[in-house]
């Protein structure tokens, strides 16, 4: 069975950085891409940042560009994000998601760590 | 960046009735399109992707069509566990995009 459970959310003040986890199991870590989706509260989802299974590769949206940085670690099977200069507009549930195939579909999804940045 | 709108925002229907979601592109995709259900409190489940496959586990109720910039999620007959919010989902192009949602309420 597919697992995802994230951890590392929490309350943060403005410009400051948090690092979230994603523990994974049920499935040949390497083999996948995974992601980072979040959920502002009451509004809909937002993709974030994805990664390759090799983690050779990393797609971010324009907005966290610069400031998240995706990464993976094989002999964990965990996945992170490291959160840096985050903003208000940063509050949300982030949720860890394994891509079905390549870079397409997300057919497992954890579920989900709260992020608030607020003073 | 590709923009997905999706209507009604709301559609109020009874357990029974057939629900018709719509998500149009703002430039032509190829299939590379999925539809996704969130119940409260939950992550989002997987219900359809390449347009019209369904994810493993989905009832046949669950039907998704369309081409170019316009596509369908049909639910044939409501059960009452289907009341929830569903969103579509592009990866045509990076980077990957939602759509606004669709709720569907109980009438």
């Known amino acids: 069975e597919v697992q995802l459970l994230e951890s590392g959310g929490g309350l943060v003040q403005p410009g400051g950085s948090l690092r979230l986890s994603c523990a994974a199991s049920?499935?040949?870590?390497?083999?996948?891409?995974l992601s980072w989706v979040r959920q502002a509260p009451g509004k809909g989802l937002e993709w974030v940042a994805a990664?390759?299974?090799?983690?050779?590769?990393?797609y971010y949206t324009d907005s966290v560009r610069g400031r998240f940085t995706i990464s993976r670690d094989k002999s964990k099977n965990t996945l992170s994000l490291q959160m840096n200069s985050l903003r208000a507009e940063d509050t949300a549930v982030y949720y860890c998601?394994?891509?079905?195939?390549?870079?397409?579909?997300?057919?497992?999804w954890g579920q989900g760590t709260l992020v608030t940045v607020s003073s | 960046e590709i923009v997905l709108t999706q209507s009604p925002a709301t559609l109020s229907l009874s357990p029974g009735q057939r629900a018709t979601l719509s998500c149009r592109a703002s430039?032509?995709?190829?299939?590379?399109l999925a539809w996704y259900q969130q119940k409260p409190g939950q992550a989002p489940r997987l219900l359809i992707y390449?347009?019209?496959n369904r994810a493993t586990g989905i009832p046949a109720r669950f039907s998704g069509s369309g081409s170019g910039t316009d596509w369908t999620l049909t639910i044939s007959s409501l059960e009452p566990e289907d009341f929830a919010v569903y969103y579509c989902?592009?990866?045509?192009?990076?980077?990957?995009?939602f759509g606004g949602g669709t709720k569907v309420e109980l009438k």
């Open positions: 998601a394994k891509f079905r195939d390549f870079f397409l579909f997300l057919d497992y």
């Open positions: 049920g499935f040949t870590f390497s083999y996948y891409a």
């Open positions: 990664i390759s299974g090799s983690g050779n590769s990393t």
């Open positions: 430039q032509r995709i190829s299939s590379y």
């Open positions: 390449d347009a019209s």
């Open positions: 989902q592009q990866r045509s192009n990076w980077p990957l995009t």
